[in-house]
């Protein structure tokens, strides 16, 4: 089983440049989210979906912006690239089942110069 | 507003030793989860093991065993046996919200252990 699938694996951007992270898994899950991991300050939460055509902000939102048209795929969006993003993102997603364990994808690792 | 705290931001275990990382929380919910996950360096992040707040017995899995001290506010992971492969990243995490669809999991900011030979 492919799980939960990131793509790209590393990327560069220049400031101002946009870009999509592509993030979909096959296991059918309801829940859907990005974490941004930046060291000292474990993981942290962009947005999150519960199901398609809804989404929801986390802790960290400014600068993103996500959708949820299919069950199986939330990509992230970088609207306009600035360095504070430089970042390992991880999507994850897990099934409607209480205290279940998040699922996730082996991460994105960003450079914004 | 719930919260995360792990205190060491770093550890050194002799292989074969047993280890604890400490994490505790802070939240006002009743019902509450409680994870831990591995991250090793190739950057992977790995489920451990989870602890109910009305679970009565302490988790375990394997080498892995989770002390739940709930009037603490603690869930400490201790690994027995340690072995060079355990050398990585630990989160600990907890679930903020109590609905099954919608809730989070928020991390704290991780222990690197290293297992010296």
């Known amino acids: 089983n492919a799980g939960v699938t990131q793509t790209p694996k590393f990327q560069v951007l220049k400031t101002g440049q946009s870009m999509t992270l592509q993030c979909a898994q096959d296991?059918?899950?309801?829940?859907m989210s990005w974490y941004r991991q930046d060291p000292g300050m474990g993981l942290r939460l962009i947005h999150y979906s519960v199901g398609a055509g809804i989404t929801d902000q986390g802790e960290v939102p400014n600068g993103y912006n996500v959708s949820r048209s299919t069950t199986e795929d939330f990509p992230l969006r970088l609207l306009s690239a600035a360095p504070s993003q430089t970042s390992v993102y991880f999507c994850?997603?897990?099934?409607?089942?209480?205290?279940?364990?998040?699922?996730f994808g082996s991460g994105t690792q960003l450079s914004v110069l | 507003a719930q919260k995360i705290t792990q205190t060491q931001p770093g550890m050194f275990v002799q292989e074969k030793e047993a280890v604890t990382l400490d994490c505790t929380y802070d939240t006002s919910d009743q019902s509450y989860g409680l994870f831990w996950y591995k991250q090793p360096s190739s950057g992977e992040m790995i489920f451990l093991i989870y602890?109910?707040?009305?679970?009565?017995q302490n988790a375990t899995e394997g080498r892995y065993s989770l002390n739940f001290q709930k009037a603490r506010k603690s869930a400490n992971l201790v690994i027995s046996a340690s072995q060079l492969g355990d050398s990585a990243m630990y989160f600990c995490a907890m679930r903020e919200g109590w609905m099954d669809s919608s809730y989070k999991l928020i991390f704290g900011s991780g222990t690197r252990l290293l297992v010296r030979p």
């Open positions: 602890q109910g707040s009305y679970d009565e």
């Open positions: 296991m059918n899950h309801e829940y």
């Open positions: 994850a997603s897990r099934p409607f089942v209480a205290n279940e364990k998040l699922f």
